[in-house]
């Protein structure tokens, strides 16, 4: 039996060959606060169907690693209270013993890669945090990327970073980060990080022929596509950057490390700009998702 619990709707587009967006899950239980984290989790699969895609959201749910939730299954989820946070690490573990856990984009281009799913979006990968050269603190995400054949969509990566360092991390891992539209890579809730990305294309088309491009070389991983938040949603960062650095020092004076940081950092920076940060996270999300399925849709023509 297929450890992939497909829902009728993915399993019939997958079939079908029709275009699916893998989206996580992590987002609704550890990165948006309650009510708002169920309302996006909807408004997210409504962008993605209304792009053209079917929408698969991905858990695992009392040890089955579901690809497709419904709305019962994703309300659940949202409401629960003390949920794994999993990763390429903890999956397995969580599916063998029959619990409930969360992913990550590490996790979720696992079950992607595995359901036969091209794209994923997301808000914003993990990376390098800040004093990681101490702490050792580098997101599962960067060498998830390098190896599972997944193109991630996502604001860049979460501006709680240092992005100098996880742009580094991720071209020595043979990672494509890729700016969409524009030479800046973004910064999360700003338009721009102040760095040049590496990549840049500027149609949903050009990203598609590039993934199946990586596919026909035989290398292993994914590309990230980095878009730009829109610009009336944007928080700009010098208004952020101060407010970054608080939430940082507040976390190392709390203790606060592992799985729990990000969370905590964007928990944190939810009071420190009095709820803005979610507001811009959820614009950034659904363009994102919007994106993601335009590439799922260029895919599917690009090996028809
Ligand atoms: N994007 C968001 N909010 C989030 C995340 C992404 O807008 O909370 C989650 C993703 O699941 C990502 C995780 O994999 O944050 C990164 O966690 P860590 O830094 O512990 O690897
Ligand atoms: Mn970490």
Known sequence: MSLVHLSPDVQAALEAGKPVVALESTIITHGMPWPQNLEVARQVEATVKDAGAEPATIAVLDGRLCVGLDDAQLEQLAQAKGVAK?????MAVCMAEGRTGATTVAATMIAAERAGISVFATGGIGGVHK???????????????????VTVVAAG????????KTLEVLETLGVPVIAYGQDQLPAF???EAGLRAPLRMDTAGAIARAHVMRGRLGLPGGQLVANPIPADAEIPRDVLAPLIAEANRDAEQHGISGKALTPYLLQRLFELTKGRSLEA???????NARLAAG??????ENTD
């Open 189 to 191: 809730w700003s338009r």
């Open 86 to 90: 999993l990763s390429r690490a903890d």
């Open 295 to 300: 590439i799922a849709c260029e895919i599917c």
């Open 157 to 164: 990566a979460k501006a709680i970073l240092d992005l100098p």
């Open 281 to 287: 996270n959820i614009a950034l999300v659904l363009n």
């Open 131 to 149: 004093g990681a050269e101490s702490s050792f603190d580098i997101s599962a995400d960067l060498q998830e990327l390098a190896q599972t054949a």
